[in-house]
């Protein structure tokens, strides 16, 4: 059986009076691709923070890797939407900063330059290492963003909504890439996401939760799709139509509320 990598149990989360998150429950094994949607606002960001180690739970137990989640950690790299690479620095210098946080104790100059080099050859980004982030385009900068969350050989990639900024083409190239990444690295990933063909597309698993106050898990979709996954031979699988026709119900019949926050 594959390992537990990511073990929550009965995780509550309160905000003051506010009660944001109510009895989450959830398992992710290794190697996993997970995904959490659900309308705006329910607690998915809180949820992938309590991963990342970034808040703590006011109930509850987080575990990585059979350790408690006290706070973060390079086992958990987090990818944000709006990628946050330093300005004033290369996209070389970006990932080279992360690589030496975390390899610096026990590595020379020349094996963590070699490390960021490839972490931005994983990407296809070796070329523009000596650019600014000012100097390319928004999907380069995300690019470079899982570069460096990649370049810290972490247990778990935990994605905020990374391509929620990107047109339409850009976010399906970023989408089939990552999935390339994934097979290469066999990275266990946890990523919010509110578009429902990019869950269906790149999970083993889709969660989806209620709506908030006190969000919890409503249900779990298995997307028993083979890999690798072909987005242009997936429109016309019945399999796929079925699992996105199942997040769709449950978000508009089970979860009703207007489509303002999710992309279908
Ligand atoms: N630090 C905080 N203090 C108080 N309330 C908070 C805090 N962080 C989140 N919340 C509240 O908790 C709820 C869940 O927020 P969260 O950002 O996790 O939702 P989300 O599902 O990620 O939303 P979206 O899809 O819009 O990004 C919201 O009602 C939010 O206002």
């Not at 247990?155 to 850009?170: R, S």
């Not at 997936?234 to 079925?242: A, F, N, T």
Request: proline share 4%; aromatic share 6%.
């Amino acid at each position: 059986m594959a390992a537990k990598f990511i073990d929550i149990s009965r995780v509550d989360m309160r905000f003051g009076q506010f009660h944001a998150l109510r009895d989450i429950n959830l398992t992710v094994e290794q190697g996993e691709f997970i995904t959490l949607i659900g309308h705006s606002g329910c607690g998915k960001s809180t949820l992938l923070n309590l991963v990342a180690g970034l808040t703590r739970p006011s109930s509850g137990v987080l575990l990585c890797n059979g350790r408690e989640i006290t706070g973060p950690a390079p086992e958990r790299a987090v990818v944000f939407q709006n990628h946050s690479l330093l300005p004033w620095l290369s996209c070389f210098e970006n990932v080279y900063l992360a690589v030496e946080r975390v390899f610096g104790g026990q590595e020379r100059r020349g094996q963590l330059e070699e490390r960021t080099w490839q972490a931005l050859e994983l990407v296809g980004l070796a070329a523009a290492g000596g650019k600014r982030p000012s100097e390319i385009s928004g999907g380069m900068k995300q690019r470079v963003g899982i570069a460096r969350a990649l370049s810290m050989e972490p247990k778990v990639l935990l994605m905020d909504e990374p391509f929620g900024a990107l047109d339409a083409l850009t976010r399906a190239h970023l989408q089939d890439e990552l999935m390339r990444i994934v097979a290469l690295t066999g990275a266990t990933v946890v990523m919010v996401t509110h578009d429902v063909d990019e869950a269906v597309l790149l999970s083993d698993r889709i969660v989806m939760m209620s709506n908030g106050p006190a969000a919890t898990i409503g249900d779990i979709v298995h997307v028993r799709l083979q890999r690798p996954r072909d987005r242009l031979a997936l429109v016309q699988d019945p399999l796929y139509l079925e699992y996105r026709t199942d997040v769709l119900e449950f978000l508009y019949q089970r979860q009703g509320r207007p489509a303002q926050h999710v992309a279908a």
